[in-house]
């Protein structure tokens, strides 16, 4: 029996895309990897992000928003970036970590002039579609 893959999505507040990218995982790819997700500066997690997920079928809503210190020495196999600061924030992993960019927009900056929340899920929710694409396309 392989062993799981360890796979850290890293965004900047570890509010929205990475909780989604580890719902995901978990739900998707159980089997294949242990997901973890991070941020840069961590500022709790986003509520339309849970309930976009939910809407999925996929709950994070016991998942924190956490930073990466907050993980000890977990040995990752791989470390997914899913912003620009967070790919030009990403500390030093060791060799054998495989680091890869793969942005996505955010959804809070694209439903800031969002005149309800449920205008706002339109863009919760393309994004929660475009990790969820992102997601069962992983592969080694």
């Known amino acids: 029996m392989n062993e799981k893959k360890k796979i850290l999505f890293l965004c900047t507040g570890n509010s929205c895309r990475s909780q989604m990218a580890e719902g995901w995982t978990r739900h998707l790819r159980g089997d294949d990897y242990e997901a973890y997700s991070a941020g840069i500066t961590p500022k709790g997690i986003d509520p339309l992000a849970v309930k976009a997920m939910a809407e999925a ?46 942005g996505f927009d955010d959804p ?33």
Do not use: W
């Open 57 to 102: 079928g996929v709950d994070i809503s016991a998942q924190k928003s956490k930073d990466i210190d907050s993980l000890g020495d977990i040995e990752f196999d791989y470390v997914i970036t899913l912003c620009d600061n967070a790919r030009e924030s990403c500390p030093y992993y060791p060799a054998k970590t495989r680091l890869i960019h793969q």
């Open 108 to 140: 809070p900056l694209l439903a800031q002039n969002a005149n309800s929340d449920e205008d706002a899920m339109q863009h919760y929710r393309l994004v929660r579609e475009e990790i969820k694409d992102y997601i069962t396309r992983l592969s080694e």
